[in-house]
Every structure is written in C-alpha cells, then in structure tokens.
C-alpha cells in the first residue's frame, strides 16, 4: 500500500520567478489573479497576495501530480485536493503543506481512508475500507497505524476489541450474524525459532493468537409470525453453559459450541487471513 505524501512533492518557491502573466500591486508584486511558468517546469495558476500564492490555486508539477484547492503565504492550506503520480489521491483538510484535520485519501487498489489527520499521517478517528473484501477497520490510529480501541468488520461477523501497531491485543470479541458472540483474548507471540541458535541477532515476527473464553448469546430481532402459527421465546443476551457441556442445539446450524472455541476453524480465521491478504 503506498501512501505517498505531498512532501515527497516539493513546490517551486516563489524566489524563482520564471515567467507570470497577471495582475500586480503598485509595488509590482505578483497581486490577484495571475499565470506562471516557473523553472522547474511546475505551473500555477490563481490567487496571488503580496507575491505569493494565496487563495484559491492550481499547482501542477511536472510529473503529472496537481493540487486544487487553497493556499496561505504560499503554503497549502484549508481545503484542497492533492492528485498524486500514481492517481492516488487525497481530499480534505491542509495546514502548513500538510494533510491535517479531516480527510478522505483514495489509494492506488481502490482502498479508502476517511477521517481525521495530523502532519500528513492517519490519527485520530478513521474507516479504512478494504477494496477487494469489503472490510472495514473503523476506529482509532495513531502516526498511520491502526492503535487503540477499533472495530474490524468482515462480511458475515466483526470483531471488537483493542489494537496496538496494526495488531489486536488484549481483550475482545467476535460477534457473528448467526446469533452469537465469542469471547477472548488476543497474545502477541514470539515466531517460533529452530532447535539452531542463529550468532547475529534476528528480527523475530510477532503473531496475534486468539484464546476464547466464553461464548454469549445475541438477543436477535424476530419479524411478526404468521397467524395461527406459535412463537418462540427468543433468548436474552445471556452466558452459554459451560464450555464442556455446552448445549447440542445453540448456536444454530452449521456452528457448534465446539467450532467456537477451537482455534484456527473457520470462525476464528478472519484475523489470519486478513493479515496475511493485506499489510496495512
């Protein structure tokens, strides 16, 4: 995933006049509204205030990348749209030639990130949705990665919980469109090493596991019946028995208390999968 940034994308200052064709004050400085050409080939055409860029403004770099959008003494600032070389783009909040305050960057694979910035990194509150999943991590980032409470939502369960450096730790939750939630925790684990002790110092993976706890039912919504036909009591939201006798008849077909809890089935894949689809 690149995340490429504008400060890769330096702007000709406005020392190296180059060519302008516009209006000026009595003073002769660039004043109002104003084209130029500058030596390295970038052009911008806009708002100019005492000889430099100010307003509203168009910066195109000759590598194809522009900005649209407002500029302070020459810096970019306020609302504006940043179209990278690579056709990725960003929209929404500047401030000193930075992506800071609210915004919506649009990547290369067709992945988005809407929500809050600061010196040109994620922070704060934002969704990130996954183009070719559908998935979704909606909640906080700190200096571009995905840290502290969140929620990763998949297509058929979610899971709730807390995350450090792009990886859940600690306490939390799957919950899944069949009625019911699972319970656990999350250990950061050293990648096992060989029987051999390697003489140079190695960098050591760190890899998630999921231990469940306990499972709990969800009090799921029930659309009117039928006349004549009974109903049914749906259950509150309340602990399933024990894991060792948990009941034959919950969760509902296809799960099995026994399938909730086993480590690596299908209910408790998303995170591995998912980590090893994307590297965010």
């Known amino acids: 995933m690149s995340d490429l940034g504008s400060e890769e994308l330096e702007e000709e200052g406005e020392n190296d006049l180059g060519e302008y064709e516009g209006d000026r004050n009595e003073a002769g400085e ?101 183009a070719e999943t559908g998935s979704r991590y909606v909640g906080t980032w700190v200096n571009g990665q995905q840290e502290g409470a969140a929620e990763l939502i998949h297509t058929n369960h979610r899971y709730q919980g807390k995350f450090v450096n792009k ?24 990648v096992e090493r060989g029987e051999e002790e390697e003489e140079e110092e190695t960098l050591i993976a760190v890899v998630p596991k999921w231990k469940a706890t306990k499972i709990t039912e969800l009090a799921l919504w029930t659309p009117s019946l039928p006349e004549g036909r009974p109903s049914t009591d749906v259950p509150g939201q309340e602990e399933a028995p024990a894991l060792e006798g948990a009941s034959k008849d919950w969760p509902p077909h296809p799960y099995t208390a026994e399938d909730a809890i086993t480590p690596h089935t299908r209910l408790l894949d998303p995170w591995d999968k998912f980590m090893l689809k994307f590297d965010l």
């Not at 990886?167 to 050293?190: A, M, W």
Request: contains cysteine; aromatic residues 16%.
């Open 30 to 130: 660039r004043h109002g509204y104003g084209k130029a050409r500058l030596p390295n080939g970038d052009t911008y055409e806009g708002s100019y205030e005492h000889g430099k860029r100010h307003g509203q403004g168009i910066y195109k770099f000759k590598n194809g990348a522009r900005y649209i959008g407002e500029y302070v003494k020459n810096k970019k600032h306020g609302q504006g749209t940043f179209i990278y070389p690579d056709g990725s783009r960003y929209e929404g909040e500047w401030a000193n030639d930075q992506r800071h305050g609210h915004g919506m960057y649009y990547y290369v694979n067709n992945d988005t990130y809407t929500g809050e910035w600061l010196a040109h990194q994620r922070h704060g509150q934002g969704t990130y949705v996954y």
């Open 167 to 190: 990886n859940p730790v600690g306490s939390g939750k799957y919950v899944f469109d069949i009625g019911c939630e699972q319970h656990g925790e999350y250990r950061l684990t050293d």
